[in-house]
């Protein structure tokens, strides 16, 4: 495909925004074409009856000469790498809750409950490895042995990962700024910078809000505005890390106290 744009001449393009799309619009745009990548939510309106490569295409070629259209900005491939970080966290948290699941369930068959918590869990952990306790069979310690181990494993994955993350929010002004903010950790201030790759694309905060996901759903016609809950669109990381954040802000201000008495009122 490149070897085809190289023989073109200078020219627009427009991608939907999927799977590589920001691989090659980096390409593209080293050739000298200019390629803008649009959400396929607002390509589709543009596709005329049946689905086909044919009616895509028009659909492309319609939708990035609209100039109401809304387009994503290119990533480069320091903020994808930060963006590969933040997704491998993900799993590997959802893989920490599985194991501590199964580990919690399986000795619950055998009648040993702990309590909630990481003490709860280190103390079934010691249980499994003490070959005197003959509450457990011999065949079920084998395998919880496995996932015991497996958990260990997948926490420190978790601490190497974290600590790569916070070297890439101080790494920049913006995550630095951004974790001056109350509730905002490295984590969210280094998916904020990978993520957004140029703030100025958005007019106000309340767009960028918008762009997350934040703000009402509006049902409105005829001059009158109906508002919902909040839309649950776009970004769905950041709008949980944002929610995690203003949680902890909210619990601090409970426990300690606050200039902003509306936040525990």
Not at 18 to 40: F, I, K, N
Not at 61 to 68: I, M, Q, S
Not at 181 to 195: D, E, K, R, W
Not at 239 to 253: D, E, F, N, S
């Amino acid at each position: 495909m490149l070897p085809f744009f190289a023989k073109l001449g200078p020219c627009l393009i427009g991608i939907e925004a999927c799977a590589t799309s920001h691989y090659w619009a980096r390409q593209l745009r080293e050739l000298g074409h200019d390629v803008r990548l649009m959400p396929p939510s607002y390509v589709k309106p543009y596709v005329k009856r049946q689905k086909n490569d044919t009616a895509d295409a028009e659909a492309l070629c319609e939708a990035v000469t609209r100039p109401t259209m809304r387009f994503v900005e290119v990533k480069t491939t320091e903020q994808q790498s930060v963006l590969v970080l933040h997704r491998t966290r993900l799993m590997l948290m959802r893989q920490r809750i599985q194991l501590s699941n199964a580990i919690r369930g399986h000795m619950a068959e055998f009648g040993i409950v702990v309590p909630i918590g990481r003490q709860g869990l280190e103390a079934l952990i010691d249980t499994i490895h003490d070959e005197s306790d003959d509450r457990v069979p011999a065949e079920a310690r084998c395998c919880l042995q496995m996932l015991a181990t497996q958990l260990r494993l997948v926490n420190e994955q978790i601490l190497e990962n974290d600590r790569r993350i916070r070297t890439s929010a101080r790494a920049t002004q913006v995550g630095r700024r951004l974790m001056g903010i109350p509730g905002v950790g490295p984590v969210l201030a280094s998916a904020f910078v990978a993520s957004v790759p140029d703030p100025a694309a958005f007019k106000s905060g309340r767009n960028l809000a918008a762009w997350i996901g934040l703000v009402p759903r509006q049902n409105s016609s005829g001059g009158k505005e109906r508002l919902g809950s909040i839309t649950k669109q776009g970004n769905r990381y950041l709008r949980q890390m944002l929610v995690v954040g203003a949680l902890a802000v909210i619990r601090y201000a409970e426990r300690h106290g606050t200039r902003r008495p509306w936040l525990v009122n």
